[in-house]
């Protein structure tokens, strides 16, 4: 008695990693961080409505909060939105700033 063994094809295994590959490529080259600067570029950033300082980073939610630089009133706080780079103006300073502060997050 005979045993039928199919013969696997070895081509066709090759030809299916191939295509899987090619079409991950495809899909990481579509894909927004691959259109993202290259190194050594920069993207230009809504700029903040005054010079700020006393700049501080929301982990939770990735907005970053800054305070108004300068006596000019230096009263305004502000955070900035990176996914939607666009800046909100906030409930202002009880006093003005005057260059001499610092920010700090702090559990929530």
Do not use: C
Request: charge should be positive; hydrophobic fraction near 40%; avoid cysteine.
């Amino acid at each position: 008695m005979q045993l039928f063994v199919p013969r696997v094809r070895p081509r066709a295994g090759l030809i299916t990693a191939v295509v899987l590959t090619l079409m991950a490529l495809l899909v990481l080259v579509a894909s927004p961080a691959a259109r993202a600067a290259t190194p050594g570029t920069f993207t230009t950033l809504a700029p903040s409505p005054q010079p700020v300082n006393n700049v501080a980073v929301d982990p939770t939610t990735n907005l970053i909060y800054a305070q108004q630089y300068g006596t000019s009133p230096g009263t305004g706080f502000y955070s900035y939105n990176p996914k939607t780079n666009t800046w909100t103006t906030r409930a202002s300073a009880p006093l003005v700033e005057g260059n001499n502060g610092g920010a700090a997050y702090f559990d929530g």
